[in-house]
Structure formats: structure tokens, C-alpha cells
């Protein structure tokens, strides 16, 4: 069985004054452990879908399932969400800003803040506040937070587009190596198709409004294996961007 799957999903929204029809008759799954990356024209409804698969809203019609639950009618399913802003309370020291998910969960553990900011790569800073911090000390928070529930998946919104260059290609490689460590299955929604290709084993891209599943690319093994910021100096890696950027530019036009 896949881990996830959606299955005929389409979805539009209404207002007082129009229909938007933003995706059309989806079909995917996900392995267990999997890394994918949504990829496509501005408007295709990449954030929508990523959306629905949280289980954020009901699609218009069709079903996401994680693991044979319905993600809309189960509200045990733990997803991680990171997102582009990294949404820290300002006014709860990093300490509690980690193990806010764990307190909604009733299971607080004190040492695990520390673990965690160990893990992703950050001195003990519990005690201080996110204004204290750079962005992408920031960002390494939003992760520690988001592992810190021990999420079934993590849906990933563009998590590095505010970060400078620098900060955006050590993120990669921290978010890949703890993925992997902690094998958790993860979608990411990204403009970056270098990004896309660094980090993911399948890469989904999808056509223009009304979106649909346009074609998928498997990523090469030699790729997979290395740290996306090793992968972005592989041969295969530049083929393979040639390849997906002649078919986004065609769906542009
Ligand atoms: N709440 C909403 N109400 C009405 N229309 C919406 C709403 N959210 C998104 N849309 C429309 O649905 C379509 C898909 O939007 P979505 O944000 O999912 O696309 P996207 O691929 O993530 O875009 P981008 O790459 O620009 O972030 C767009 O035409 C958008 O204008």
C-alpha cells in the first residue's frame, strides 16, 4: 500500500462573484519515506493541493489518504507544516516556541527542545527569544519545532525562498540529512526547480490553471544520494534541469 495517495481530486473556489477552477482530476502517490517536490507555472495550485493533503480544507471532490485514513476526517493524523515565514511566537522564548505542538499533545518533554536544537545545528539558545535570532537560525527552529511532534509527514511551502543564498543551501542540507535520519516522507512546494532536483526522489510537475499532473521525473540514483548541495555539481543534475526547465518554459508560453 502507498503511504499516501490522492486520489480524483479537483478543487475550485467560489466567491460572491466567480468560480476559480484551481485543480482538475489529481492522481498521486507517495511512498513511505519518499521525498517529492510540486513544481509548476505561478497559479497552478501547487499550495492549494499542499493544502488539502494537510487536511487544512475539504477538496471539491476526491480524497487524501495517509496511509488508508482520510486526512480531512481524521484529526489525529500528525502533519508537519514549515512554511516561508517561520511563524515563531515572538513573545515565547525559543524553548517554548519548540515544544509548543508537544504541550497541544499533552506530551511535554523538556530535554527534548535541547535535543533538537542540537540536532539542527544550533547552540543551546532555549532561553532567548526568535527577535534574538538570525532568519535562518529562525528557520532551524521552525524545523526542530516541526520534528518535535514526530510528524507522519512533512509538507514543505517554500521554506527557503526569505533565506539569503548561503543560509538556503546549509538549510537543504540539514532538512535532507534529518529527513532521512528520522525517514519521514515530505512534499515540498518550491520555485527553485534547482532545489527541486537537489532535494527530491520524484518531482511532480504540474501544467497551468486549472492545475493538473503534467508529467513526473524520476530523479537519478547517483543524485539521490548525494547532499543537495553535492548533487547540485553533478552531471546528471545539470541534464536533468535542462530537460524539466524546456517543459516548464513550454507550459509558460
Ligand atoms: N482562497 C482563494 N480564493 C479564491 N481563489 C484562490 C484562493 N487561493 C488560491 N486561489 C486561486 O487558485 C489558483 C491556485 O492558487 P495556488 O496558490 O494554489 O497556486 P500556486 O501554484 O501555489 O501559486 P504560486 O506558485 O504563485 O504560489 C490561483 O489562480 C489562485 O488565484
Known amino acids: 500500500m502507498n503511504f499516501l495517495n490522492v486520489s480524483k481530486v479537483h478543487h475550485t473556489y467560489f466567491s460572491k462573484e466567480a468560480a476559480t ?5 489529481i492522481n498521486l502517490s507517495i511512498n ?3 521525498f517529492v517536490s510540486f513544481i509548476g507555472p505561478s497559479g497552478c495550485g501547487k499550495t492549494t493541493l499542499l493544502s488539502i493533503i494537510a487536511g487544512l480544507f475539504q477538496p ?3 480524497t487524501v489518504k495517509i496511509e488508508g485514513q482520510d486526512v480531512f476526517e481524521n484529526d489525529d493524523l500528525s502533519i ?4 516561508q515565514q517561520d511563524y515563531l511566537f515572538p513573545w515565547k522564548t525559543i524553548e517554548e516556541n519548540i515544544t ?5 499533545l499533552k506530551k511535554e518533554n523538556h530535554s527534548i527542545a ?3 536544537l542540537k540536532d539542527v545545528g544550533l547552540p543551546p539558545v532555549e532561553k532567548k527569544y526568535p527577535r534574538e535570532l538570525s532568519g535562518g537560525m529562525r528557520q ?3 524545523l526542530a519545532r516541526t520534528l518535535a511532534v514526530n510528524p507522519k509527514i512533512l509538507l514543505l511551502d517554500e521554506p527557503f525562498s526569505a533565506l539569503d543564498y548561503q543560509s538556503k543551501l546549509k538549510l537543504e542540507d540539514l532538512v535532507s540529512e534529518m529527513l532521512k535520519e528520522y525517514n519521514k516522507t515530505a512534499i515540498l512546494v518550491t520555485h527553485d526547480l534547482g532545489e527541486a532536483i537537489a532535494m527530491s526522489d520524484r518531482i511532480f510537475l504540474f501544467s497551468p490553471r486549472p492545475g493538473r499532473l503534467y508529467k513526473t521525473f524520476e530523479v537519478p540514483e547517483e543524485i539521490r544520494n548525494l547532499t543537495p548541495f553535492e548533487a547540485r555539481g553533478h552531471s546528471s543534475y545539470s541534464s536533468l534541469f535542462q530537460l524539466i526547465w524546456k517543459e516548464l518554459e513550454s507550459l509558460e508560453q
Not at 477552477?21 to 482530476?25: G, H, I, V
Not at 509548543?100 to 497541544?104: A, E, N, P, Q, S
Request: aromatic share 4%.
Open 21 to 25: 477552477e484551481a485543480l482538475q482530476d
Open 32 to 34: 513511505k519515506g519518499e
Open 60 to 62: 471539491t471532490l476526491g
Open 80 to 83: 508537519g507544516y514549515m512554511l
Open 100 to 104: 509548543l505542538g508537544l504541550k497541544l
Open 114 to 116: 535541547s535535543k533538537l
Open 140 to 142: 532551524r527552529v521552525a
